[in-house]
């Protein structure tokens, strides 16, 4: 059985004290699982300090993004070499970077054949705008966005991939709605789906396909619910040890009920 995994996206909040703060409360609210996995994605500054601190048995440390190229005239940037010995994954594709920074579906490509490339473990989001959605192009933009961000990997890689749906308009941020989990199942066996076609079985069995989109402490369980779903991407409700150790808890409860079954 593939394990959970829970993800914090820390985003552009809190300062490297403040995030050392947010880890010591997380560390003493939140127990060792054995079947669910933690992870924290803090700046790009706390990364290095939180990394000497952080306890690897409970969580796991990812970027929120990372250059493609390992080392050159690149001023500004941090290659995903250089992070390599400090993280397990990288977030690549997040609706933000794709909006904000325009990033293309080959530049999203590029970063998870370098995340590959350096052992780090790539969670790829792709997601639908409200635009997209309401014309019924949901299946025909999350295929371009997969086919795309993948066609460097080979099988072998999937064992390590992370898929986020994170629908768009269904964003906080961008002033979402919540999507029905009924729906989100559906989408999430076609991601699997399209993995197993161009992938073959396996690759689509060992992959981990989590939900992304306002998962708070009240949301999160209809979404670990699914069938088929590995997890979630959250976001400001990471920022709020209470809620983020709820969550924790919501995920330890589905799982056991799923290794009971």
């Given at each position: 059985m593939r394990k959970l995994l829970i993800a914090a996206n820390w985003k552009m909040n809190l300062n490297t004290h403040q995030s050392s703060n947010l880890l010591v409360n997380l560390d003493k609210n939140i127990k060792l699982h054995r079947n669910i996995e933690i992870v924290l994605a803090p700046s790009m500054l706390?990364?290095?300090?939180l990394s000497l601190m952080l306890d690897r048995r409970k969580f796991r440390l990812a970027a929120q993004d990372g250059f493609y190229v390992d080392q050159g005239a690149y001023t500004g940037e941090v290659s995903l070499a250089m992070m390599r010995e400090l993280i397990h994954y990288v977030i690549i594709g997040h609706s933000e970077r794709?909006?904000?920074?325009?990033?293309?579906?080959?530049t999203i490509r590029d970063k998870v054949a370098a995340a590959a490339r350096n052992d780090i473990s790539p969670i790829l989001c792709i997601g639908e705008t409200k635009r997209e959605h309401e014309a019924g192009e949901t299946k025909q933009v999350l295929h371009d966005q997969l086919v795309t961000a993948v066609s460097d990997l080979t099988s072998g890689d999937f064992e390590k991939v992370v898929v986020v749906y994170e629908p768009v308009w269904a964003i906080s941020t961008f002033d979402g709605e919540l999507a029905d989990p009924d729906q989100v199942q559906g989408i999430i066996k076609y991601i699997r789906d399209q993995?197993?076609?161009l992938y073959g079985n396996k690759a689509a069995e060992v992959c981990r396909v989590l939900y992304g989109g306002s998962v708070d402490d009240q949301t999160a369980a209809a979404y670990l619910k699914i069938d088929g779903c590995d997890g979630c991407l959250v976001g400001g409700a990471s920022l709020n040890y209470q809620k983020f150790s709820n969550i924790i808890k919501l995920a330890e409860a589905?799982?056991?009920?799923?290794?009971k079954g």
């Open positions: 706390s990364i290095q300090p794709r909006i904000y920074f325009h990033e293309s579906l080959d993995i197993g076609s589905v799982q056991y009920e799923r290794l």
